[in-house]
């Protein structure tokens, strides 16, 4: 026979009742929720661990890449801006440095 223990604890009204309205007992309710949420956190911690920080890892990769696209097109809009902002070859010979400013 399995030595059993009570645990007394205090649920929330709504949680309370749907243990209340569910199928079967509470407390095989309450024991079969406890039994499930420790076989699978001891198991497989590390390898939820693991395989969160791998799709985090990609996601920030592909997250990179489109920062990086972003900069470039920022890249090329600024240098063609500074192009069309320079006076023309024909404005720079015609005039002085410091007439062209006046």
Same mark, same amino acid.
């Given at each position: 026979m399995v030595e059993k223990r009570q645990l007394n604890i205090r649920l929330p009204a709504d949680l309370y009742d749907k243990l209340n309205n569910g199928e079967g007992s509470m407390v095989g309710i309450i024991e079969a929720a406890l039994r499930q949420y420790f076989d699978t956190s001891n198991v497989s911690d590390d390898s939820k661990d693991v395989s969160h920080l791998l799709t985090e890892v990609e996601y920030l990769r592909s997250e990179n890449n489109k &920062? &990086? @696209?972003? &900069?470039?097109?920022?890249?090329? *809009?600024? #240098?063609? #801006?500074? *192009? *069309?902002? #320079?006076?023309?070859? @024909? @404005?720079?010979?015609?005039?002085?440095?410091?007439?062209?400013?006046?």
């Amino acid at each position: 026979m399995v030595e059993k223990r009570q645990l007394n604890i205090r649920l929330p009204a709504d949680l309370y009742d749907k243990l209340n309205n569910g199928e079967g007992s509470m407390v095989g309710i309450i024991e079969a929720a406890l039994r499930q949420y420790f076989d699978t956190s001891n198991v497989s911690d590390d390898s939820k661990d693991v395989s969160h920080l791998l799709t985090e890892v990609e996601y920030l990769r592909s997250e990179n890449n489109k &920062l &990086l @696209e972003l &900069l470039s097109r920022e890249q090329i *809009k600024s #240098m063609d #801006m500074q *192009k *069309k902002l #320079m006076p023309s070859p @024909e @404005e720079i010979t015609k005039k002085n440095w410091c007439q062209f400013w006046r």
